[in-house]
Each structure stands twice: as structure tokens, then as C-alpha cells.
């Protein structure tokens, strides 16, 4: 008879308490939730800031290093999946639905709300692609860079468990076969569950707003937890299919009718201006960012600051170890320099892209057009 293991009994146990006390008292919940939210950002913003910053610039030095030819995996190891397939699984495990969200909805926030200034004017356009870019570029992708490929070179190049204690195992020790490490994927297990569960809350508020919309079906709590069982259900077929089938085949589905949906706006324009948007965008990117990474807002919006950039990178933490196990588990055989270039320039260069083209074809650029910030003015 198979028995469950400590780290299952004890996830499982932490997860049904919350779940009972969202359901009895949801107002506690929320309140206490949001006290401990407020209380972390506000001691630790800048923890969060200079961890994100830490893990990116560990991937960008592990791109130029000697360990960058290291393989995950023997040393005459080749990658499972092809580039494209490879790039596919990437989008859908890292951003998925919440990239098609938020490509909207988060330059028009940061237009009209900016991290500095009026909103409603050309400067805060730019604070607004911008910052969107910052939110979805390399730092998040660098967050989960890194931790797959710790759990990737434990796995693949050492022969470990496939589980996050065992790639501290260089640092702890025999520790990570005891409490020492249950106790780390008890926490890992935890931050996955609440990640997945934000995720899947937006997802479900968006799928039924998007119903409501087009189709007259009532936006209710009833229909989000219906479509989340929908979801839940789907998720859990893929999976029982495995990497080879199911997930393989939605993930270059998903990528494909992302792409499609893409190109689509992208063609129907204004295509030039989109391409002007992006270059100018990307450069002030690239140039804003030390500024942006260590940005607190203390003499500004700090507020601003705790809402989106340290709501964000602590949401990429928590989503980190379900997400760099699975990224983990898809890279082998790559070695460590294709896997760091993949995982960071692809997706931040994708999600880019994807801003600057929903952000001309969003609903606020039309009081941009307004504000006389189409091209020639």
C-alpha cells in the first residue's frame, strides 16, 4: 500500500486549512492576507528588489562563464524537444493567459495611475510600455532561470530527486534527506499552490468577463468556479497524457494561436507605428533598467511601487518553483549557456512584442491618440 510522504501530508493539511477559512471567513482571510502583504513589502521591498536583481545578473554572468558549455545532463546528452517546442512550453508555463490579461490592462492602469507624474499624458504612454515591459522582461524570466536550472543540474547532472531541497544539497548537505528538507518543499509546495491559485483567479475572472461580454453569460462567482473546475479538469488530462503528448501538442497550440492572434493585430495595424513603439520602447527599457531594479519610490508613488513592481517579482518568487520544475524537467540536454540565452531573451523579446502590439490595438490608446502621441505629433 502506498503511503503519502511528509511533505504531501503537510501541504495537503496547510491547504485545506486555507481553503476553510477562505470559505467561512473570507473577510478575515483577506484582511489578515493583506495586513502580512503590506507589512513584507513594506519591511523587505528592498529584499525583493535586490533578489531579482541578484538572480538576473547570476544568469547574465552564467551566459559569458566557462560553466555555460556544462550540459544538463551527460555529456553526450541532446534536448528532448525541438527550439520551437522548447520556446512554446516556456510561453505557456511562465506566462500563459496571463500575458493576454495583462497586455492590455496594464499599460492602460499604468497610463492613467503612473509611477510618476499626471497620468492621461505622453510621458506617463512611456512610463506605461515601459514599466509593462520591466514587469514581464528579464527579471521575472531571470527569477526562473535560475531556479530551473539549479533543479535541472541536481536532476539531470547529479542523478538527484527532481524536488527543490535537493538542489540545496551542496549547501545543506545529507540535511535535505531529513526534516531540513521537507521543510523547504513544504514551503515550495505552499508557494506553488497560492501562485497557481492568483493565476487561476485571474484567468477565471478574464474567461468570464470575456463570456459575459460576448455572449450574455452572467459573470457570477458561480460561473468562475465552474470554469476553474473546467480548467482543473483539462489541466489534469493534459498531464496524465504527459510531456511527449498532451502538453507538447497544447503547448505549440497554445503558441501558435497566441502567434496568429499576434499577427493578426499586428497587420491590421497601424503596423509601422506598432515597430516604432517597440524599438523606442525597448531601447528606454534597456536604458532605464539599473534605475528601474533599485527604484523604491521612496521621494515619489511608493505606493505605486508596492501595488506593481513588489506585487510582481514576489508573484514570479512564489510562482518560481512550479515553474522552474517544469522548465527544468523540458530542458534536458541542453547545455547551461542555450538554456540561460532561451529562457531569458526569448520570452522578455516575445512579451515585448506582444505589449507594444495590444498596447496601439488597446481601448485607453484611443485618449493617447488624443493626448496628439501618434507618430508625427
Keep these: ?21 477562505g470559505a467561512v471567513t473570507p473577510n478575515h482571510l483577506a484582511s489578515v492576507t493583506g495586513t502580512i502583504q503590506t ?10 528588489l535586490l533578489s531579482a536583481l541578484g538572480l538576473l545578473l547570476c544568469a547574465v554572468y552564467l551566459i559569458f562563464s566557462p560553466y555555460g558549455a556544462i550540459p544538463l ?21 511562465g506566462m500563459g493567459i496571463g500575458l493576454v490579461f495583462w497586455g492590455v490592462a496594464e499599460p ?28 514581464w522582461g528579464l527579471h521575472p524570466w531571470g527569477i526562473y532561470a535560475i531556479v530551473a536550472l539549479c533543479l535541472a543540474y541536481a536532476q539531470f547532472r547529479k542523478q538527484d530527486p527532481g524536488l527543490i531541497s535537493h538542489s540545496c544539497r551542496s549547501l545543506l548537505g545529507d540535511k535535505v534527506d531529513g526534516y531540513v528538507g521537507h521543510t523547504i518543499d513544504i514551503i515550495a509546495v505552499f508557494a506553488t499552490v497560492f501562485g497557481v491559485a492568483t493565476s487561476l483567479g485571474f484567468g477565471a475572472m478574464q474567461i468570464s468577463g470575456g463570456l459575459s461580454y460576448l455572449f450574455g453569460v452572467p459573470n457570477t462567482l458561480t460561473t468562475q468556479l465552474s ?35 499576434m499577427l493578426f493585430l499586428f497587420t491590421l495595424g497601424p503596423t509601422q507605428f506598432i515597430i516604432k513603439i517597440f524599438t523606442s520602447t525597448l531601447w528606454g527599457y534597456i536604458q532605464n533598467l539599473p534605475v528601474m531594479s533599485l ?3 521612496l521621494f515619489q508613488n511608493s505606493d505605486w511601487i508596492h501595488n506593481w513592481t513588489l506585487f510582481y517579482w514576489a508573484w514570479w518568487i512564489a510562482w518560481a518553483p512550479f515553474v522552474g520544475t517544469f522548465i527544468a524537467r523540458i530542458s534536458k540536454g541542453r547545455t547551461i549557456r542555450e538554456f540561460v540565452l532561451g529562457v531569458l531573451l526569448v520570452p522578455t523579446i516575445f512579451c515585448a512584442i506582444w505589449f507594444s502590439v495590444f498596447w496601439r490595438n488597446g481601448y485607453f490608446f484611443r485618449d493617447v491618440s488624443s493626448s496628439r502621441v501618434t507618430s508625427g505629433h
Excluded at 39 to 48: E, I, K, V
Excluded at 239 to 258: E, H, P, V
Design 108 to 135: 492602460s492602469s499604468h497610463f492613467y495611475d503612473p509611477p510618476r507624474g499626471p497620468g492621461g499624458t505622453p510621458e506617463a504612454a512611456q512610463l506605461a510600455i515601459r514599466y509593462s515591459f520591466f514587469h
Design 39 to 48: 507589512y513584507l513589502l513594506n519591511t523587505f521591498g528592498w529584499f525583493y
Design 73 to 93: 545532463g551527460p555529456d553526450d546528452a541532446q534536448p528532448e524537444f525541438p527550439l520551437f517546442t522548447w520556446f512554446a512550453m516556456l510561453f505557456c508555463a
Design 227 to 261: 470554469l476553474i473546475m473546467i480548467v482543473t479538469i483539462l489541466y489534469m488530462l493534459s498531464a496524465q497524457t504527459g510531456l511527449q503528448r498532451g502538453i507538447k501538442y497544447l503547448s505549440n497550440l497554445n503558441m501558435a494561436l497566441a502567434i496568429s492572434l
Design 295 to 297: 527604484d523604491l519610490g
Design 1 to 21: 500500500m502506498k503511503t503519502f510522504t511528509p511533505v504531501f501530508i503537510a501541504s495537503f493539511a496547510l491547504a485545506v486549512a486555507f481553503l476553510l477559512w
